[in-house]
């Protein structure tokens, strides 16, 4: 129905899809985009129960359902970590690319507020690959504003997941690594809660909450994009307190 299309020449071809996320599918994916496909290829059961509701709800043919996991964090959790970096606390910064994202609404000011909350500290801005690619003139602007700062660390190397080992705390808005960096490290996550990313307006007639919502407050702690001093004053908190949510991490990654 959009890109990519079944055959009109050769009916006897399965198709098979593979999620490049760990969350829900039934919020930040279009309407209808696997309406055509035969076999999915989930991450967990809880996606096996959003795309059976979704056929329900449309009357849709059954698809076959493989629990296949999510690679990539088997992946990550296999890889050796990182050696933690010296020379004081690393705090990422790695955000989504949709409308009004951390870049694009509250970056300058969630900077100022982790480094005034967490005196010594160093910043990494980890920005979305798509931003990079979609946004820059953008992303050059938010490189040269920190330039000489040696308290923030621009990070465009994508392909290693040091960054994330070397991190004590994660901050983002809607973006998966959240879940990728609690569960490869079982460390903790502040969520600024921009607005949703939302592609298909009628996820709620599923009646199911997408764990883009519902692991928010399992693997850190939310604050409002109204209060972005809040997320310093987090930050601070998960350093004194380490180990806090790593049971909880540990948890739901079962």
């Not at 020449?9 to 919020?27: C, F």
């Not at 996991?69 to 910064?93: C, V």
Request: net charge neutral; proline share 7%.
């Amino acid at each position: 129905t959009y890109q990519i299309k079944r055959s009109y020449v050769r009916k006897d071809i399965a198709y098979v899809y593979l999620d490049h996320g760990p969350t829900s599918v039934h919020m930040c994916y279009r309407k209808g985009a696997f309406d055509h496909v035969d076999t999915i290829m989930a991450n967990g059961p809880f996606q096996v129960a959003e795309h059976r509701a979704t056929e329900k709800l449309y009357g849709l043919k059954a698809k076959k359902m493989v629990e296949s996991g999510y690679p990539m964090l088997d992946t990550l959790l296999a890889e050796p970590a990182a050696e933690r970096a010296s020379g004081g606390r690393r705090i990422m910064i790695a955000p989504s690319y949709q409308k009004d994202c951390i870049p694009d609404s509250c970056l300058h000011e969630l900077v100022d507020a982790v480094t005034a909350a967490n005196p010594g500290c160093t910043v990494v801005f980890r920005p979305h690959p798509q931003y990079v690619r979609r946004f820059p003139a953008k992303m050059q602007a938010i490189v040269e504003r920190y330039e000489g700062r040696q308290d923030v660390v621009m990070e465009t190397d994508f392909s290693k997941p040091s960054t994330m080992d070397q991190s004590d705390v994660l901050i983002t808005d809607w973006s998966g690594i959240a879940y990728e960096y609690a569960f490869r490290t079982k460390r903790p996550v502040v969520f600024v809660d921009t607005p949703m990313k939302v592609i298909n307006p009628d996820w709620e007639r599923l009646g199911i909450v997408p764990t883009d919502i519902s692991f928010r407050n399992e693997v850190g702690v939310s604050v409002p994009l109204a209060d972005i001093p809040a997320a310093g004053r987090a930050v601070a908190d998960m350093l004194a307190h380490p180990d806090r949510f790593a049971a909880r991490i540990e948890n739901l990654l079962r």
